[in-house]
């Protein structure tokens, strides 16, 4: 099946610092990506749409300028989290829906997850 | 708007007994449904999804739900618990709004398997 991969898995940095995650569809093509963020013992909420191409679509409340998302190529789209603050530590994945071919199946394909601590 | 609610922050089994997750579902339109399984630290893995053909699903590892409409539920069950199905499972629920395609997530359940 389609694989979603995401780098790095596990990140510490300063606060004040950025830090940037990756998703990359390994075997497809994504034109959207999602991407959740997910508190300890809490469920993913929706942070924004990645399109390719054109720029992202944020879920309210959701800080655009601090929460950077680039999706430059069909493959990768990317996550800069900009002047980390250690209440941004948290639990980042990225999803993509399978490739047209598959047929619409509805589902998504998350990838592992990243674990941002900021210190 | 589409929501789900799962019924149970953390339900505990000894192994070989009956799972039963509750999910129910709030949709305008036929919804598309899904339980998903995540380990520790881990991505999120499909385990079964409804998308108006059987009512009935059947998933990976043995875990099946039925969707009901009467009821707007969709909880999940497995027949014989085993220490391996202790995780975190979310329901979710396909968006149809703004953001074409993301699933909308439930608040999860803990499962516990005592030995």
């Known amino acids: 099946g389609a694989v979603v991969s995401q780098h790095p898995s596990w990140v510490i940095c300063k606060s004040g610092t950025s830090v940037k995650i990756e998703c990359r569809s390994l075997d497809f093509q994504a034109t959207t990506m999602f991407w959740y963020r997910q508190f300890p013992k809490q469920s993913l909420m929706l942070m924004a749409t990645s399109n390719e191409g054109s720029k992202a679509t944020y879920e309210q409340g959701v800080e655009k300028d601090k929460f950077l998302i680039n999706h430059a190529s069909l493959t990768l789209s990317t996550l800069t989290v900009t002047s980390a603050h250690p209440e941004d530590s948290s639990f980042y994945i990225c999803?993509?829906?399978?490739?047209?071919?598959?047929?619409?199946?509805?589902?998504?394909?998350f990838g592992p997850g990243t674990r941002l601590t900021v210190t | 708007a589409q929501s789900v609610t799962q019924l149970g922050s953390h339900v505990s089994v000894s192994e070989g007994a009956l799972v039963l997750l509750r999910c129910n579902y709030s949709?305008?339109?036929?919804?598309?449904l899904f339980w998903y399984v995540q380990y520790p630290n881990q991505g999120l893995q499909l385990l079964l999804k409804?998308?108006?053909?059987?009512?009935l699903v059947k998933g990976i590892n043995g875990f099946e739900a039925e969707f009901k409409k009467s009821e707007t539920s969709f909880h999940l069950t497995k027949p014989s618990a085993h220490m391996s199905d202790a995780a975190e499972y979310f329901c979710?629920?396909?968006?149809?709004?703004?953001?074409?395609?993301?699933?909308?997530f439930g608040k999860g359940t803990k499962l516990s398997v005592k030995p």
């Open positions: 949709s305008s339109v036929p919804p598309y």
């Open positions: 999803s993509a829906p399978p490739p047209l071919l598959a047929g619409p199946t509805y589902e998504q394909y």
């Open positions: 979710a629920v396909r968006s149809y709004g703004g953001s074409q395609g993301n699933l909308i």
């Open positions: 409804y998308t108006s053909a059987a009512t």
